[in-house]
């Protein structure tokens, strides 16, 4: 492709997005991987799109207007992500107070939610513990196929006059006069005046080729899937357990776990929460501790056969926020990155960010929670710790 | 201690040579019987020179430091510090034994390939075709196509013959014209013309003619095409005949089994023949301190190669001597074993014998068509994304069977060779057998 208004490194869902919000808005956008698209985290991801684990705050604003932008995306580009407004209940077995607490805070920030009593619980859940007493019911909880969506994106953004190139390894960006100016790939040079990094786990490693600097790093999750069953879990369930754990700071320790069903009838069981990450290598252990939490809300489930478990790595900023916004020290080269347990729910919004103030227009929220400067006041020792 | 995880001929010589300076070893099999994949039916199913396994039965069975536990599945293996704790089901329990040392002789399974109707009832393995005879005779009297490539169609077609099927079919897709290529592996391995002469004449007995390049191209409701390829394995059109039968037993080789060494972290490399196996030195050592690896998992060879690296693999880990004679007979094996892989090629044509309708993976029902709009349409590139856009190889067998398949169609449809880090990373499963969420999350049944 020659002469592109932007350039977009990395096709995981997070690089599709901006590259189809930056189409649509009439550029002639260039998607670069170095592999194929979804070959990154997005391929481990579960597809979670979620609401009710956010705390008012900003990324909460941006985890309700990307639920809403993921729908807008499924349209515009065609019916082909699974996308299913499934709905999340969490569930609360002795004290529920610091979860109805939480729920009635989300409410006033645009979040529905509706409480549930012991009866309403178990209509909703049938075969959900009978011990547990009480929870909120999250209708906005939605899933996708974030693989699927990728490629259909990033098919969109090449049928509307973009360009993908993959199996390209992005080795160098060009800086002049602190504005960048183009990339070197294994296949060949390219030449844009708006470079987005988007390669998620990798960004800091982009970051430094343009001189500048991200502390994103890369932290382990794992998700286990269940052989097909009759259906049993109608919703994404998850202990409300964590709401407790939040005020902790040993993050490792929050295994919440996340138990919903799929259309291929498995179960997945997984530890979606953005402040739950594991470092080493497969470890049995948590294996076990994720398949007792799934258990002790189902008890059903015990019977039921593990196939397989898999890991991925969720791409992690030190304060937990994604980073999404013009670099703090190069012009032209924006962020979307470090989204870590949350990244496909929040794709399209990111990308909105991005477009918008690219353009200059309004933007549907402050962003400068989210904006790379703020990691220049916090020292570098601190953020390499 | 040391665990030795499979007894086929492989694990059962392991055993019996590191039992022989009274070491103590614990052998582990999924099956209620030793043997492993070929000698397992020797009941049933007369393969030549079977004196050999009852040899090394009664060996491990008299062996006072060898523990054999049966119908045990391995589905994990952790480290300990400098143990390896291997956690295994039994009878719908788990277990776990620990050991300095490991032995893996996990074997292999025959290998398939699509066409249209390989999923249709009917149409099997020939190892499936054994197993199914070993309990209730069930093939008896039925009429079977055996076909396939490799020398091992010779005992699957004897065996049924013997146990009463009738062979109405014994089609090598190969030509016998290769060998020509290895008559230095024949002369170092005379014994290999006896056997030769053995099945030989059993063909004779039963009648069974014995023709190469052809192939079952397609199977439906008792009726077998069956077609003349070229050595590349394309279809020469014209040239098909139909065979009437109530069963096709059709293997393509074997795929090693490397599911356990992945978990425990050996280092695979890929065979001449595209095939993933283990990583060993001239002692059967892996990558991994402490873990050693024999039979078909480091290289598909037959039983004879599996008993020697077997042997030598336990007299390593037993620190006992390994005899010049025993390291000259592991070569003159190899040297056959890549004989064989010389002989009996799979050429790439046969990405062209499934339909657009044809399943390729039968577990989550993904058929051509699926995966090649997937690399078509939706720009997958290697098989792990076509994997993930179709679902191939993501169901309840974990990909054992199509996994290779889908990498070499995606590779066909994308007019690149499949590398070798994406077929070594598709062998990775870190669930080795499945378990119960009941028991994996607090050891209760
Ligand atoms: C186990 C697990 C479960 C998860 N579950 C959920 C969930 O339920 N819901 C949710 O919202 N999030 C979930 N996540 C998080 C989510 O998967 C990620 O946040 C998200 O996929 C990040 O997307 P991305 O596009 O930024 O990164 P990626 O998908 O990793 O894309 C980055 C791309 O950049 C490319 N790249 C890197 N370096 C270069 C280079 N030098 N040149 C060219 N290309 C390059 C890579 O090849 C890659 O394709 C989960 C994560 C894990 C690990
Ligand atoms: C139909 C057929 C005919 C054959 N004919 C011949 C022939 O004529 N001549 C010849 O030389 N070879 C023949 N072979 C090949 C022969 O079977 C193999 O060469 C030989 O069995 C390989 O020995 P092995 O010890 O490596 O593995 P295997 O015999 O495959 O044994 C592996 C064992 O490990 C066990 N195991 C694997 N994973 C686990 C786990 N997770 N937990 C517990 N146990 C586990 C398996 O149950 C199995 O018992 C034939 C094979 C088949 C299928």
Same mark, same amino acid.
């Given at each position: 492709?020659?002469?592109?208004?932007a350039?977009?490194?990395?096709?995981?869902?997070?690089?599709?997005?901006?590259?189809?919000?930056?189409?649509?808005?009439?550029?002639?956008?260039?998607?670069i991987d170095?592999?194929?698209?979804?070959s990154g985290?997005t391929?481990?991801g579960?597809?979670?799109?979620?609401?009710?684990?956010?705390?008012?705050?900003?990324?909460?604003?941006l985890?309700?207007?990307?639920?809403?932008?993921?729908?807008?995306?499924?349209?515009?580009?065609?019916?082909?992500?699974?996308?299913e407004a499934?709905?999340?209940?969490?569930?609360?077995?002795?004290?529920?107070g610091p979860?109805?607490?939480?729920?009635?805070?989300?409410s006033?920030?645009?979040?529905?939610?509706?409480?549930?009593?012991?009866?309403?619980?178990?209509?909703?859940?049938?075969?959900?513990d009978?011990?547990?007493?009480s929870?909120?019911f999250?209708?906005?909880? @939605?899933?996708?196929q974030?693989?699927?969506?990728?490629?259909?994106?990033?098919?969109?953004?090449?049928?509307?006059?973009? @360009?993908?190139?993959?199996?390209?390894?992005?080795?160098?960006?060009?800086?002049?006069?602190g504005?960048?100016?183009?990339?070197?790939?294994?296949?060949?040079?390219?030449?844009?005046?708006?470079?987005?990094?988007?390669?998620?786990?990798?960004?800091?490693?982009?970051?430094?080729?343009a001189?500048s600097?991200?502390?994103i790093?890369?932290r382990?999750?794992?998700?286990?899937?269940?052989e097909?069953?009759?259906?049993?879990?109608f919703?994404k369930v998850?202990?409300?357990d964590?709401?407790?754990?939040?005020?902790?700071?040993?993050?490792d320790?929050?295994?919440?776990?996340?138990?919903?069903?799929?259309?291929?009838?498995?179960?997945?069981?997984?530890?979606?929460?953005?402040?739950?990450?594991?470092?080493?290598?497969?470890?049995y252990?948590?294996?076990?501790?994720?398949?007792?939490?799934?258990?002790?809300?189902?008890?059903?489930?015990?019977?039921?056969?593990?196939?397989?478990?898999?890991?991925?790595?969720r791409?992690?900023?030190?304060?937990?926020?994604?980073?999404?916004?013009?670099?703090?020290?190069?012009?032209?080269?924006?962020?979307?990155a470090?989204?870590?347990?949350?990244?496909?729910?929040?794709?399209?919004?990111s990308a909105?960010?991005?477009?918008?103030?690219?353009?200059?227009?309004?933007?549907?929220?402050?962003?400068?929670?989210?904006?790379?400067?703020?990691?220049?006041?916090?020292?570098?020792e601190?953020?390499?710790? | 201690?040391?665990?030795?995880?499979?007894?086929?001929?492989?694990?059962?010589?392991?055993?019996?040579?590191a039992?022989?300076?009274?070491?103590?070893? @614990?052998?582990i099999?999924?099956?209620?019987?030793?043997?492993?994949?070929?000698?397992?039916?020797?009941?049933?199913?007369?393969?030549?020179?079977s004196?050999?396994?009852?040899?090394l039965?009664?060996?491990?069975?008299?062996?006072?430091?060898i523990?054999?536990?049966?119908? @045990?599945?391995?589905?994990?293996i952790?480290?300990?510090?400098?143990?390896?704790?291997?956690?295994?089901?039994?009878?719908?329990?788990?277990?776990?034994?620990?050991?300095?040392?490991?032995?893996?002789?996990?074997?292999?399974?025959?290998?398939?390939?699509?066409?249209?109707?390989?999923?249709?009832?009917?149409?099997?393995t020939?190892?499936?075709?054994?197993?199914?005879?070993k309990?209730s005779?069930?093939?008896?009297?039925?009429?079977?196509?055996?076909?396939?490539?490799g020398?091992?169609?010779?005992?699957?077609?004897t065996?049924l013959?013997e146990?009463?099927?009738?062979?109405?079919?014994?089609?090598?897709?190969?030509?016998?014209?290769?060998?020509?290529?290895?008559?230095?592996?024949?002369?170092?391995?005379p014994?290999?013309?006896?056997?030769?002469?053995?099945?030989?004449?059993?063909?004779?007995?039963?009648?069974?003619?014995?023709?190469?390049?052809?192939?079952?191209?397609?199977f439906?409701?008792?009726?077998?095409?069956?077609?003349?390829?070229?050595?590349?394995f394309?279809?020469?059109?014209?040239?098909?005949?139909?065979?009437?039968?109530?069963?096709?037993?059709?293997g393509?080789g074997?795929?090693?089994?490397l599911?356990?060494?992945?978990?425990?972290?050996?280092?695979?490399?890929?065979?001449?023949?595209?095939t993933?196996i283990?990583?060993?030195?001239?002692?059967?050592?892996?990558?991994?301190?402490?873990v050693?690896?024999?039979?078909e998992?480091?290289?598909?060879?037959?039983a004879?190669?599996?008993?020697?690296?077997?042997?030598?693999?336990?007299?390593?880990?037993?620190?006992?001597?390994?005899?010049?004679?025993?390291?000259?007979?592991?070569?003159?094996k190899?040297?056959?074993?890549?004989?064989?892989?010389?002989?009996?090629p799979i050429?790439?044509?046969?990405?062209?014998?499934?339909?657009?309708?044809?399943?390729?993976c039968?577990?989550?029902?993904?058929?051509?068509?699926?995966?090649?709009?997937?690399?078509?349409?939706?720009g997958?590139?290697?098989?792990?994304?076509?994997?993930?856009?179709?679902r191939?190889?993501?169901?309840?067998?974990?990909?054992?069977?199509?996994?290779?398949?889908?990498?070499?169609?995606?590779?066909?449809?994308?007019?690149?060779?499949?590398?070798?880090?994406?077929?070594?990373?598709?062998s990775?499963?870190?669930?080795?057998?499945?378990?119960?969420?009941?028991?994996?999350?607090?050891?209760?049944?």
């Open positions: 492709m020659q002469n592109p208004d350039i977009v490194i990395g096709a995981g869902i997070v690089g599709a997005s901006v590259a189809l919000s930056l189409t649509n808005a009439g550029f002639k956008v260039l998607v170095r592999g194929a698209v979804s985290t391929g481990a579960e597809g979670n799109i979620l609401v009710s684990d956010k705390d008012p705050g900003p990324e909460l604003t985890a309700l207007r990307s639920r809403d932008l993921w729908f807008e995306m499924q349209e515009d580009v065609g019916d082909a992500f699974e996308l499934k709905g999340g209940v969490v569930v609360a077995r002795n004290d529920d979860l109805m607490k939480l729920s009635s805070e989300q006033l920030h645009g979040v529905t939610i509706q409480k549930l009593d012991h009866a309403s619980l178990h209509e909703l859940e049938p075969y959900l009978q011990r547990y007493q929870g909120v999250y209708p906005q909880d @939605a899933q996708c974030p693989m699927l969506a990728a490629a259909h994106v990033i098919r969109a953004v090449v049928r509307r006059g973009g @360009a993908f190139i993959s199996q390209a390894k992005v080795t160098k960006i060009h800086v002049r006069e504005a960048v100016t183009g990339i070197e790939t294994s296949q060949g040079s390219f030449s844009a005046p708006i470079i987005v990094n988007a390669t998620g786990t990798w960004a800091g490693e982009l970051a430094q080729m001189g600097h991200l502390p790093a890369p382990k999750g794992f998700i286990l899937v269940t097909p069953t009759k259906k049993y879990v919703h998850y202990d409300s964590y709401v407790a754990n939040v005020a902790s700071s040993d993050a320790l929050q295994t919440s776990t996340v138990v919903e069903g799929t259309r291929a009838g498995t179960i997945l069981i997984g530890a979606s929460r953005e402040r739950v990450g594991f470092d080493g290598s497969m470890n252990e948590i294996l076990r501790r994720l398949a007792a939490q799934a258990t002790s809300l189902f008890p059903i489930l015990r019977d039921v056969q593990l196939l397989r478990a898999y890991r991925g790595f791409p992690y900023a030190p304060d937990h926020l994604p980073v999404i916004g013009e670099d703090a020290t190069v012009k032209g080269l924006w962020h979307s470090g989204h870590e347990g949350a990244g496909i729910g929040l794709a399209p919004g909105a960010l991005i477009t918008d103030a690219i353009l200059g227009r309004e933007q549907f929220m402050d962003p400068s929670p989210f904006s790379p400067q703020r990691f220049l006041s916090m020292g570098i601190k953020v390499l710790s | 201690m040391i665990i030795v995880i499979g007894a086929g001929p492989a694990g059962l010589a392991a055993a019996e040579a039992s022989r300076n009274g070491s103590d070893i @614990a052998l099999d999924s099956s209620p019987r030793v043997g492993g994949q070929y000698w397992r039916n020797r009941g049933t199913v007369k393969g030549y020179r004196g050999r396994a009852d040899q039965f009664s060996k491990i069975s008299s062996a006072k430091s523990t054999h536990i049966s119908e @045990a599945t391995v589905w994990s952790e480290k300990e510090g400098d143990l390896f704790r291997v956690n295994y089901l039994q009878g719908g329990e788990e277990s776990s034994l620990t050991a300095e040392k490991l032995i893996l002789a996990t074997g292999a399974y025959d290998r398939s390939l699509p066409f249209p109707g390989w999923d249709k009832p009917g149409s099997m020939p190892g499936a075709a054994q197993a199914m005879l309990g005779g069930v093939l008896v009297g039925k009429r079977v196509v055996v076909a396939g490539t020398p091992f169609l010779l005992p699957v077609a065996g013959a146990s009463g099927a009738e062979i109405v079919g014994l089609y090598e897709a190969n030509s016998p014209i290769r060998w020509l290529l290895s008559l230095h592996a024949l002369l170092l391995n014994g290999k013309f006896a056997e030769l002469f053995y099945y030989g004449n059993l063909l004779k007995r039963f009648k069974i003619s014995l023709k190469f390049n052809r192939a079952v191209s397609s439906a409701d008792g009726s077998a095409t069956v077609s003349h390829i070229n050595s590349h394309m279809v020469k059109s014209q040239r098909e005949k139909i065979v009437h039968t109530d069963v096709v037993a059709v393509w074997f795929l090693p089994d599911t356990l060494g992945g978990i425990v972290g050996c280092a695979q490399r890929v065979d001449s023949d595209g993933t283990f990583a060993v030195d001239g002692e059967q050592r892996s990558s991994v301190e402490n050693w690896i024999a039979g998992a480091t290289g598909i060879g037959g004879d190669l599996s008993l020697i690296e077997g042997e030598i693999a336990g007299l390593s880990a037993s620190s006992q001597s390994i005899s010049p004679s025993k390291r000259f007979t592991r070569i003159r190899e040297i056959f074993a890549n004989a064989l892989k010389r002989s009996y050429g790439d044509g046969w990405q062209s014998w499934p339909q657009e309708s044809t399943t390729i039968r577990c989550e029902e993904v058929t051509m068509h699926e995966i090649r709009e997937s690399v078509t349409e939706l997958a590139e290697d098989s792990r994304t076509a994997k993930l856009f179709t191939a190889g993501m169901g309840l067998c974990q990909g054992r069977v199509c996994s290779r398949n889908v990498s070499e169609i995606v590779g066909g449809l994308t007019h690149c060779s499949v590398t070798d880090g994406e077929r070594i990373a598709s990775n499963r870190p669930i080795a057998s499945p378990i119960s969420l009941g028991l994996l999350g607090d050891g209760k049944k």
